[in-house]
């Protein structure tokens, strides 16, 4: 069971960035899905979930209107589409799987800066 983000990166302040988490080991259209982060120093938050089909998705406040949280369950893959970046949005991103409480990936690295 494996949870593989990619996507992260540099990116100035009004930018975008799409992550991308893989993942394999157990059927991924059963479980809903989510976006953690974890800024130096602080918890680990929720950004987003969506529900196993997608047909339900639910956001931070911080993330509202300027996220989008999507899965391909045909590519056992979900997406954090991440517009409008600030530098407080700066953190690694992890995603997560509701069906496996312990397991989270290596996470991929956002930084947004000038």
């Known amino acids: 069971v494996q949870l593989v983000e990619s996507g992260g990166g540099l990116v100035q302040p009004g930018g975008s960035l799409r992550l991308s988490c893989a993942a394999s080991g157990f059927t991924f259209s059963s479980y809903g899905m989510s976006w953690y982060r974890q800024a130096p120093g602080k918890e680990r938050e929720l950004v987003a979930s969506i529900s196993s089909a997608g047909r339900s998705t639910n956001y931070a406040d911080s993330a509202k209107g300027r996220f989008t949280i999507s899965r391909d369950n045909a590519k056992n893959t979900v997406y954090l589409q991440m517009n409008s970046l600030k530098p407080e949005d700066t953190a690694v991103y992890y995603c997560?799987?509701?069906?496996?409480?312990?397991?989270w990936g290596q996470g991929t690295q956002v930084t947004v800066s000038s």
């Open positions: 997560k799987s509701a069906g496996f409480s312990a397991l």
